[in-house]
């Protein structure tokens, strides 16, 4: 019994922290001019995680435009968990929803010649998933040039303008190759 209550405690406590154990949260309220992603050219981001934020926020994926003002819950994320140099998390509404129910994370990983390789690197390559502590298993892509992570959840998935949503954000986030 003992081992089973050890079990659960632990299974709630990865839960509570995915996200990778999230971080000081801001809601971000503000006029921004989002522009469709083909109007946008990805030679006007760095780079960087910053740029990579930037760029999602500026094409609206990561912010959810209601009545001249965008929104999103923005999260600092302890991204160490994962062997990530960086990560942050956005919830927001999109498509009529009356609460958040879409989640981005995007996380920068360490490069170069003295990096750790992340298992989450791995087993994304492997099946388009990694785990947390080895308990929560969570859908992940990884961009092309292997530097950052993102994870998009959405509870309305059943959706087909929430599904084509989802996809394009895939695609470009993957596009985001920056070298």
């Given at each position: 019994?003992?081992?089973?209550?050890?079990?659960?405690?632990?299974?709630?406590?990865?839960?509570?922290?995915?996200?990778?154990?999230?971080?000081?949260?801001?809601?971000?309220?503000?006029?921004?001019?989002?522009?469709?992603?083909?109007?946008?050219?990805?030679?006007?981001?760095?780079?960087?995680?910053?740029?990579?934020?930037?760029?999602?926020?500026?094409?609206?994926?990561?912010?959810?435009?209601?009545?001249?003002?965008?929104?999103?819950?923005?999260?600092?994320?302890?991204?160490e968990v994962i062997n990530a140099k960086q990560g942050k998390?956005?919830?927001?509404?999109?498509?009529?929803?009356?609460?958040?129910?879409?989640?981005?994370?995007?996380?920068?990983?360490?490069?170069?010649?003295?990096?750790?390789?992340?298992?989450?690197?791995e087993q994304i390559k492997k099946n388009g998933k990694f785990?947390?502590?080895?308990?929560?298993?969570?859908?992940?892509?990884?961009?092309?040039?292997?530097?950052?992570?993102?994870?998009?959840?959405?509870?309305?998935?059943?959706?087909?303008?929430?599904?084509?949503?989802?996809e394009s954000a895939i695609e470009l986030f993957k596009a985001?190759?920056?070298?």
């Amino acid at each position: 019994m003992k081992k089973l209550l050890i079990l659960f405690l632990a299974a709630v406590m990865a839960v509570s922290s995915t996200g990778c154990f999230g971080g000081n949260s801001t809601k971000t309220e503000k006029t921004i001019d989002i522009v469709e992603p083909d109007k946008v050219s990805l030679d006007d981001y760095e780079n960087t995680f910053d740029g990579l934020v930037n760029y999602f926020k500026k094409i609206g994926y990561i912010l959810c435009k209601e009545n001249g003002s965008s929104t999103a819950t923005e999260t600092d994320l302890n991204a160490e968990v994962i062997n990530a140099k960086q990560g942050k998390r956005f919830q927001f509404p999109y498509n009529s929803s009356t609460s958040s129910n879409v989640t981005v994370e995007l996380y920068e990983l360490y490069t170069g010649e003295n990096a750790t390789p992340s298992d989450a690197v791995e087993q994304i390559k492997k099946n388009g998933k990694f785990d947390v502590l080895g308990i929560d298993e969570f859908e992940a892509y990884l961009s092309n040039n292997e530097k950052y992570i993102m994870i998009y959840t959405d509870t309305k998935d059943d959706d087909e303008e929430n599904k084509t949503r989802k996809e394009s954000a895939i695609e470009l986030f993957k596009a985001f190759d920056r070298g």
